[in-house]
């Protein structure tokens, strides 16, 4: 008798993304290749160790506050292979947390909640988190604090940024000469960049020029 079902293993290895929707209590499945984990509440690390190698994870999306302790918290986003961060509810409250962390490994950081980072936001304080980031993508913001982005985080080399509140003569602008969105923003003055607007969204590509002796 011939059997077209697949072994339990052969399917568990082939998992490479991982969504977790609810606390887990106990798991008797272990998924060692993991390389996108998805999690939309509260978990223990210890935990998520049991079901994963979080060591093999390269791009965490979150969706909740993680209540997790300062040293779990790091361990998490510390992993040599995790570089690509996805917050995907308000950005403010997880941030706090991160607060005196550093992460060098993380070199894409995405936010798509509405939530404007407005012109109090501590954007230094989030450049100095994420001190490697060459990837930004920021669902909401307002010119103001595109610049200041743009200027702290030195590695930045492509971005997105969406408008929500962008009036209608900037809207006109920028649709004709882009980089008007970017003036003031001091790194560019020793950078080569290209820049275009569509549909509220701002696209930026920074390179660094090469000193010519």
């Known amino acids: 008798m011939h059997s077209t079902v697949i072994d339990d293993k052969t399917f568990l290895d ?3 993304t991982l969504e977790l929707s609810r606390p887990l209590v106990d798991s008797e499945h272990y998924f060692p290749h993991v ?26 999306i979150i969706y909740f506050p993680i209540m997790q302790s300062p040293p779990n918290i790091c361990h998490l986003l510390s992993t040599d292979c995790l570089q690509k961060l996805s917050i995907m509810s308000n950005p403010f409250q997880l941030l706090k947390q991160f607060r005196g962390m ?4 993380i ?9 404007e980072f ?5 954007i230094e304080e989030l450049c100095s988190t994420f001190p490697r980031v060459e990837r930004l993508h920021i669902r909401s913001i307002n010119q103001a604090t595109m610049i200041r982005m743009i200027d702290g985080f030195t590695h930045l080399s ?9 009036s209608n003569t900037n809207e006109k602008y920028w649709q004709v000469k882009p980089e008007w969105a970017l003036y003031g923003a001091r790194r560019l003055t020793n950078s080569s960049y290209t820049c ?3 549909d509220s969204i701002l696209h930026a590509w920074i390179s ?6």
Not at 37 to 58: C, G, K, P, Y
Not at 208 to 213: I, L, N, R, W, Y
């Open 35 to 60: 390389r996108t984990l998805i999690i939309n509440n509260d978990i223990q690390l210890e935990t998520l160790s049991s079901i994963i190698d979080i060591n093999r994870v390269e791009h965490l």
């Open 118 to 122: 407005g012109d109090n936001y501590p």
């Open 196 to 198: 275009g607007y569509k």
């Open 102 to 105: 550093k992460f060098e490994n």
């Open 14 to 16: 082939n998992i490479t």
């Open 158 to 166: 492509i971005a997105s940024f969406y408008f929500d509140s962008l």
């Open 208 to 213: 660094e020029q090469v000193s010519q002796f």
């Open 107 to 115: 070199r894409t950081l995405e936010t798509k909640c509405d939530c």
